[in-house]
């Protein structure tokens, strides 16, 4: 009852943001804080109702200490910072080399204040478990590949959409004209922030959650992580609650986040390739 009613409240959501751009209201407002406010609303939204409806429904299933009230609405503005943040680094006196290379450090900026945030986290609530799934754990490379193999049919369905060429790939963020050193730096770069999203979605919001809610953390976590997508392409966004689920499972049952990572790296990166591809087919 509780996942289809959440898969409604997601789906509710959804539906408010691309009937109404709530994605296009929020980023287009240059005050960085106007956005953290709005984005930490969205995020709160959907990361605290989940709980509330656990909580309610299942009283004695999940124990609520300060702590877990604490880090409930800590998580949320989190991430509202890392979407909100901008870096502005002064590299160079040629603006397109400066450009390049402000777009090559922002994601892994972002990477290294959100690990330390969540280290400070880990050493307050978590220090007797592996830093938030950054174990090996107990986990083969197979299904990951298979999981991988199964979805390059669907992304090269996707990127005969427009919506979905109009997105991707993230590489036209740079000129056309720089180096092909460059664009695979820029790549590698782009590649860091799907380790913030795993370190942060199924690090930290599975595994410090689980010891208060247990395989109850996951569905709150996919609930967040759908509206992340919200600038994305519908049918991307809609399959994140989905895939959000899958990988939760994955991570709650090995206590690791690598074999998510790989299957991410791997998807951002074929969807790269077929972005960049469908567009010169246009």
């Not at 691309?18 to 984005?39: C, E, M, P, S």
């Not at 509330?52 to 998580?75: H, M, N, Q």
């Not at 160079?92 to 280290?119: E, K």
């Not at 999203?197 to 599975?206: H, N, P, Q, V």
Request: with cysteine; glycine share 8%.
């Amino acid at each position: 009852m509780i996942f289809f009613s959440v898969m409604f409240f997601t789906a509710l959501f959804v539906f408010c943001n691309y009937h109404f751009g709530l994605d296009t209201l929020i980023r287009k407002n240059n005050a960085v804080w106007i956005k953290l406010f709005y984005w930490y609303l969205v995020f709160a939204s959907s990361f605290i109702f989940p709980y509330l409806l656990f909580i309610v429904k299942e009283k004695d299933r999940i124990s609520r200490p300060a702590g877990f009230y604490l880090l409930l609405f800590t998580a949320p503005l989190i991430f509202s910072w890392k979407i909100s943040a901008t870096i502005n680094y002064n590299v160079s006196t040629d603006t397109a080399l400066n450009d390049l290379w402000n777009q090559v450090l922002y994601w892994p900026s972002l990477a290294i204040v959100v690990t330390l945030l969540l280290g400070g986290i880990w050493l307050w609530f978590d220090k007797k478990q592996p830093f938030y799934g950054l174990t090996k754990g107990n986990f083969s490379l197979k299904p990951y590949w298979l999981m991988l193999l199964l979805m390059a049919p669907l992304i090269t369905l996707a990127a005969t959409q427009k919506d979905f060429l109009a997105v991707y790939p993230k590489l036209k963020m740079i000129d056309d004209s720089s180096q092909g050193w460059q664009k695979i730096l820029f790549e590698l770069s782009y590649g860091t922030d799907f380790f913030t999203i795993e370190l942060f979605f199924r690090g930290f919001l599975i595994l410090a959650f689980a010891k208060w809610a247990g395989k109850n953390a996951i569905l709150p976590m996919a609930c967040f992580y759908c509206t992340i997508h919200f600038g994305k392409p519908m049918g991307e966004c809609i399959s994140s609650f989905f895939g959000g689920i899958l990988l939760g499972i994955v991570v709650y049952n090995t206590r690791s986040i690598w074999g998510g990572l790989l299957v991410h790296l791997g998807i951002a990166w074929l969807m790269e390739a077929a972005g960049y591809i469908g567009n010169q087919l246009q």
